[in-house]
């Protein structure tokens, strides 16, 4: 009888064959607030209920952007729009508790399994279909995925109901001008910056609503859940050439939600290899199941960016019982062994990937959109620019969420190490004695309330994450620990169980990441700097945040900043209100010496050079002392989830500014330099590899063009190390800076294909750029041809007899409106074109309108060029 039933189960499986079905309700969604509705969940979820008046809803989303997409509010990152919109605090928590409906088509066929899905409610939720209760215990917190089994409770027509209640979290926070208001936002299992933060202001609703992708998922009587990859990639290996094997671990659950004993195979495929194992799950058992180990061989392996490839392979798991799949979940998985090892010299960890050292440039990443609206399209784009700022790691900051698997998988694209905070801090958990917080040390040391549910959430977050090749560090918090009851069971049982693989941090900047010799809190210094300091002040050897400014051009200002705000900051009064509500940092001090700005478009213009020579310097100097004073450093920000006017590389719209491109040429794998401190002339060289025959050359120009040749020398530099070649002092002091010049630094290959260059203004002996502030007007030749769809080349050419044609900035804009496109890729940007020499630039972006580019720089008019 047995042996029928199982049969029969199998048969009744074969027209569901050819693959699982898995979607998304994100679109149809109605919502209304709750002090508007006069029922319960029961009645809401019957069809016969009316709805017709309620707003339309935007799901995945927050009620600030439904509210925001009905034209409820303004735009929260426009001007002083968010002092309009009522803040929780103050209005309660039922002004932002609302009813979420949404009507769907769906049954259950034969021996079929519906799951309804949630990846993300914030921060208390009850469900209801179709007359029913769905969760038998009100869903809590914001990290936290919830699954449940629907088939019994889909309506026989297949005409079904869902109704959600969201209510915001129960302590909101009073957004008071602290770090996290006054703290008290962290009692919940939420998003801490939401009460506002030094770089936001507070986000009205807290983030409340179903935030995250709400999905139906159709299995048999099988369902595959949380796949679990490892992969050990055993030696010292090296990017290119054959490989010795790999080794792959896999296991997976297996829950059978039907009444009868299940029996089949369990296999998985890669690389065209089949691993399966004979099992039998019982009704309504879930196990968990390992396969033997794999050897894989020749593999082609993942490395971070910069390098080396970020290849993936593609790994299918399915349950076959007589033939036919039941359930099956696909991965992408990346074949990389992350160690790391302690530095005794520099007396910080080294990070190492498949046994080569990488030193760490790194970005802090606070969050995609500070409102949650977030999409595939927008994480490439965001994760995309890191790689083109030549990083090798992204942290995500413990004040806000685990991102989204969507982010992950970009990171595993582009080749971004990811350093992941779990969810606190310490403004808000304790770490300072703080006047703006509500509760003393001790007791914002306990926060959150709910610490069961904070290890049951992390138990399910690093179940989302773990596969993904990116992923290469655990933290326990940003400048805190966890307390010590929920650090503990996250070090001795949880990631040892569910990972097993990665470092984990206690703190952001704990002494086992980076040993703090210096005093202070271990990170930092964040404001604007001379130059200088950063090569000649020594810091924390493997810094979790240090950073410096970002205002965006003016075309970025004009976005948020009304027009009558649109003035140049005047460094000793306090900005205009709008200025200071974005959180503008002074530039005054580093403006001043190109000459006073004029207005909000010279101010903007001085910025960029200012952003520039920041951000490069920033990377140099911690490069020049690689393996000495660091192993590795992390910006102090580099992106923007609000239009802040600080700490990013890119503004909130996703345009670039000069910090992108300065950060993006200081951080060049094969990179040459000058120490500002001594002039010397010095390579790095990140890669793994010896660099032969290498022509190292240096030369200078005056503000006229003429050119000054020094020196140029071949030789040759080891893999993984920095070399000082010649000074440039002597003949600098020659040139006699008194209005300034021009340093022209270039590695050249033996067929003289420049491999590096970088060119560095320098100020007259006074400090000031005078010869900038008269240099000649140059007109290059500027063309733009389309290469192919979705790629531009633009190339400038600058005359021999021509002074240099500086600090170019190329804008890829819309030929009708005139508008940038957004997002744009540019291979480099805000560049200088020498006398006799011309340069070409691509520009990558989506988009079928027709373009043009827009070209402006230091001494070149602002011009339009026609794509040919």
């Given at each position: 009888?047995?042996?029928?039933?199982f049969?029969?189960?199998?048969?009744?499986?074969?027209f569901w064959?050819?693959?699982?079905?898995?979607?998304?309700l994100?679109?149809?969604?109605?919502?209304?607030?709750?002090?508007?509705?006069?029922?319960?969940?029961?009645?809401?979820?019957?069809k016969?209920?009316?709805?017709?008046?309620?707003?339309?809803?935007?799901?995945p989303g927050?009620?600030?952007?439904t509210?925001?997409?009905?034209?409820?509010?303004?735009?929260?990152?426009y001007?002083?729009?968010?002092?309009?919109?009522a803040?929780?605090?103050?209005t309660?928590?039922?002004?932002?508790?609302?009813?979420?409906?949404?009507?769907?088509?769906?049954?259950?066929?034969?021996?079929?399994?519906?799951?309804?899905?949630?990846?993300?409610?914030?921060?208390?939720?009850?469900?209801?279909?179709?007359g029913?209760?769905?969760?038998?215990?009100?869903?809590?917190?914001?990290?936290?995925?919830?699954?449940?089994?629907?088939?019994?409770?889909?309506?026989?027509n297949?005409?079904?109901?869902?109704?959600?209640i969201?209510?915001?979290?129960?302590v909101?926070?009073?957004?008071?001008?602290?770090?996290?208001?006054?703290?008290?936002?962290?009692?919940?299992?939420?998003t801490?910056?939401?009460?506002?933060w030094?770089?936001?202001?507070?986000?009205?609703?807290?983030?409340?609503?179903?935030?995250?992708?709400?999905?139906?998922?159709?299995?048999?009587?099988?369902?595959?859940?949380?796949?679990?990859?490892?992969?050990?990639?055993?030696?010292?290996?090296?990017?290119?050439?054959?490989?010795?094997p790999?080794?792959?671990?896999?296991?997976?659950?297996?829950?059978?939600p039907?009444?009868?004993?299940?029996?089949?195979?369990?296999?998985?495929?890669?690389?065209?290899?089949?691993?399966?194992?004979?099992v039998?799950?019982?009704?309504?058992?879930?196990?968990?199941?390992?396969?033997?180990?794999?050897t894989?061989?020749?593999?082609?392996?993942w490395?971070?960016?910069?390098?080396?490839?970020?290849?993936?392979?593609?790994l299918?798991i399915?349950?076959?019982?007589?033939?036919?799949?039941?359930?099956?979940?696909t991965?992408?998985?990346?074949?990389?062994?992350?160690?790391?090892?302690?530095?005794?010299h520099?007396?910080?960890?080294?990070?190492?990937?498949?046994?080569?050292?990488?030193?760490?440039?790194?970005g802090?990443?606070?969050?995609?959109?500070?409102?949650?609206?977030?999409?595939?399209?927008?994480?490439?784009?965001?994760?995309r620019?890191?790689?083109?700022?030549?990083?090798?790691?992204?942290?995500?900051?413990?004040?806000?969420?685990?991102?989204?698997?969507?982010?992950?998988?970009?990171?595993?694209?582009?080749?971004?190490?990811?350093?992941?905070?779990?969810?606190?801090?310490?403004?808000?958990?304790?770490?300072?004695?703080?006047?703006?917080?509500?509760?003393?040390?001790?007791t914002?040391?306990?926060?959150?309330?709910?610490?069961?549910?904070?290890?049951?959430a992390?138990?399910?977050?690093?179940?989302?994450?773990?596969?993904?090749?990116?992923?290469?560090?655990?933290?326990?918090?940003?400048?805190?620990?966890p307390?010590d009851?929920?650090?503990?069971?996250?070090?001795?049982d949880?990631l040892p169980?569910?990972?097993?693989?990665?470092m984990?941090?206690?703190?952001?900047?704990?002494?086992?990441?980076s040993?703090?010799?210096?005093?202070?809190?271990?990170?930092?210094?964040?404001?604007?700097?001379?130059?200088?300091?950063?090569?000649?002040?020594?810091?924390?050897?493997?810094n979790?945040?240090?950073?410096?400014?970002?205002?965006g051009?003016?075309?970025?200002l004009?976005?948020?900043?009304?027009?009558?705000?649109m003035?140049?900051?005047?460094?000793?009064?306090?900005?205009?209100?709008?200025?200071?509500?974005?959180?503008?940092?002074g530039?005054?001090?580093?403006?001043?010496?190109?000459?006073k700005?004029?207005?909000?478009?010279?101010?903007?213009?001085?910025?960029?050079l200012v952003?520039?020579?920041?951000?490069r310097?920033?990377?140099?100097?911690?490069?020049?002392?690689?393996?000495?004073?660091?192993?590795?450093?992390?910006?102090?920000?580099?992106?923007?989830?609000?239009?802040?006017?600080r700490?990013?590389?890119?503004?909130y719209?996703?345009?670039?500014?000069?910090?992108?491109?300065?950060?993006?040429?200081?951080?060049?794998?094969?990179?040459?330099?000058?120490n500002?401190?001594?002039?010397?002339?010095?390579?790095?060289?990140?890669?793994?590899?010896?660099?032969?025959?290498?022509?190292?050359?240096?030369?200078a120009?005056?503000?006229?063009?003429k050119?000054?040749?020094?020196?140029q020398?071949?030789?040759?530099?080891?893999?993984s190390?920095?070399?000082?070649?010649?000074?440039?002092?002597?003949?600098?002091?020659?040139?006699?800076?008194?209005?300034?010049?021009?340093?022209?630094?270039?590695?050249?290959?033996?067929?003289?294909?420049?491999?590096?260059?970088?060119?560095?203004w320098?100020?007259?002996?006074?400090?000031?750029?005078?010869?900038?502030?008269?240099?000649?007007?140059?007109?290059?030749i500027?063309?733009?041809?389309?290469?192919?769809?979705?790629?531009?080349?633009?190339?400038?050419?600058?005359?021999?007899?021509?002074?240099?044609?500086?600090?170019?900035?190329?804008?890829?804009v819309?030929?009708v409106?005139?508008?940038?496109?957004?997002?744009?890729?540019?291979?480099?940007?805000?560049?200088?074109?020498l006398?006799?020499?011309?340069?070409?630039?691509?520009?990558?972006?989506?988009?079928?309108?027709?373009?043009?580019?827009?070209?402006?720089g230091?001494?070149?008019?602002?011009?339009?060029?026609?794509?040919?």
């Amino acid at each position: 009888m047995k042996k029928i039933s199982f049969i029969i189960l199998c048969l009744l499986s074969a027209f569901w064959a050819k693959s699982q079905q898995r979607y998304e309700l994100n679109s149809g969604w109605l919502c209304a607030n709750v002090k508007e509705v006069n029922a319960n969940g029961l009645q809401i979820s019957e069809k016969g209920f009316a709805v017709s008046s309620w707003m339309n809803a935007t799901v995945p989303g927050t009620v600030l952007t439904t509210l925001l997409n009905n034209k409820k509010v303004p735009d929260p990152f426009y001007g002083m729009n968010n002092e309009k919109i009522a803040d929780i605090y103050k209005t309660g928590n039922d002004y932002y508790t609302y009813w979420f409906v949404k009507d769907f088509d769906e049954k259950a066929i034969g021996n079929e399994q519906v799951w309804l899905q949630f990846r993300g409610i914030n921060y208390k939720a009850d469900i209801f279909l179709n007359g029913k209760k769905v969760n038998p215990q009100i869903i809590e917190g914001m990290h936290l995925r919830s699954q449940f089994n629907i088939t019994k409770l889909l309506a026989a027509n297949g005409k079904n109901r869902l109704a959600v209640i969201v209510h915001p979290p129960d302590v909101v926070g009073n957004p008071n001008g602290g770090q996290g208001g006054d703290g008290t936002i962290a009692r919940g299992l939420t998003t801490q910056y939401t009460a506002g933060w030094d770089w936001i202001q507070p986000i009205r609703d807290r983030n409340t609503g179903i935030w995250d992708k709400v999905t139906i998922e159709k299995t048999q009587s099988i369902n595959i859940l949380n796949p679990h990859v490892v992969t050990l990639v055993p030696g010292k290996r090296l990017a290119e050439g054959k490989q010795k094997p790999a080794t792959i671990k896999v296991s997976v659950e297996v829950e059978n939600p039907s009444v009868k004993t299940v029996s089949g195979f369990l296999q998985y495929a890669i690389d065209g290899q089949v691993i399966k194992k004979a099992v039998t799950i019982k009704a309504g058992e879930r196990s968990e199941i390992s396969f033997p180990d794999f050897t894989l061989l020749n593999p082609k392996l993942w490395w971070p960016n910069g390098y080396g490839a970020q290849y993936l392979y593609d790994l299918k798991i399915q349950f076959i019982c007589a033939a036919k799949t039941l359930d099956q979940e696909t991965l992408k998985v990346g074949v990389r062994q992350i160690d790391n090892i302690w530095n005794e010299h520099t007396k910080s960890m080294g990070a190492y990937v498949n046994g080569q050292k990488i030193f760490i440039k790194g970005g802090n990443w606070i969050i995609s959109d500070a409102m949650l609206r977030f999409t595939d399209a927008r994480y490439d784009a965001e994760v995309r620019y890191h790689k083109d700022m030549n990083l090798n790691l992204i942290r995500i900051w413990g004040g806000a969420i685990l991102e989204r698997p969507e982010f992950y998988k970009a990171c595993d694209q582009y080749g971004l190490l990811v350093f992941q905070d779990f969810w606190f801090s310490g403004d808000c958990n304790g770490r300072w004695v703080d006047p703006m917080k509500k509760d003393d040390q001790w007791t914002r040391r306990k926060y959150p309330d709910n610490h069961p549910l904070v290890l049951t959430a992390i138990e399910d977050q690093v179940k989302m994450i773990r596969n993904h090749a990116s992923l290469a560090f655990w933290c326990g918090g940003n400048e805190i620990t966890p307390p010590d009851d929920i650090l503990q069971p996250i070090k001795n049982d949880i990631l040892p169980r569910l990972d097993g693989t990665r470092m984990f941090f206690d703190f952001s900047n704990s002494d086992e990441m980076s040993y703090n010799t210096i005093g202070g809190n271990g990170d930092g210094p964040y404001g604007i700097q001379n130059p200088r300091s950063f090569w000649g002040d020594k810091t924390f050897p493997y810094n979790s945040e240090v950073g410096s400014v970002g205002v965006g051009d003016y075309e970025s200002l004009e976005k948020f900043i009304p027009a009558e705000n649109m003035l140049a900051p005047q460094f000793k009064e306090k900005p205009d209100s709008v200025w200071d509500y974005h959180k503008y940092i002074g530039y005054d001090e580093h403006i001043n010496p190109y000459g006073k700005a004029k207005d909000v478009k010279d101010f903007a213009m001085k910025a960029q050079l200012v952003n520039y020579d920041q951000y490069r310097a920033l990377m140099e100097g911690f490069s020049n002392k690689m393996w000495d004073w660091y192993t590795g450093s992390i910006i102090w920000k580099t992106q923007n989830p609000w239009t802040a006017l600080r700490g990013q590389m890119y503004d909130y719209y996703l345009d670039p500014n000069a910090c992108l491109y300065g950060l993006r040429k200081g951080s060049e794998p094969l990179h040459v330099m000058m120490n500002p401190i001594d002039s010397m002339v010095t390579v790095v060289n990140n890669g793994f590899t010896t660099r032969d025959n290498l022509l190292v050359q240096a030369k200078a120009y005056d503000m006229d063009g003429k050119e000054h040749f020094y020196s140029q020398v071949f030789n040759s530099i080891g893999p993984s190390s920095v070399r000082r070649y010649f000074p440039l002092n002597d003949f600098l002091i020659k040139l006699d800076k008194k209005e300034g010049v021009f340093v022209s630094l270039k590695i050249l290959n033996e067929a003289q294909d420049v491999l590096s260059e970088n060119l560095y203004w320098l100020p007259g002996k006074d400090g000031r750029y005078s010869g900038l502030q008269k240099i000649k007007t140059v007109v290059p030749i500027i063309e733009a041809t389309e290469k192919r769809k979705g790629q531009i080349a633009v190339t400038l050419s600058n005359a021999k007899d021509n002074p240099v044609a500086f600090f170019n900035r190329i804008a890829l804009v819309d030929a009708v409106s005139g508008k940038r496109i957004l997002p744009a890729f540019y291979s480099d940007n805000y560049i200088s074109v020498l006398p006799g020499e011309s340069k070409t630039i691509t520009v990558d972006y989506s988009g079928s309108q027709k373009t043009a580019v827009e070209v402006y720089g230091w001494n070149v008019e602002r011009k339009k060029i026609e794509v040919r």
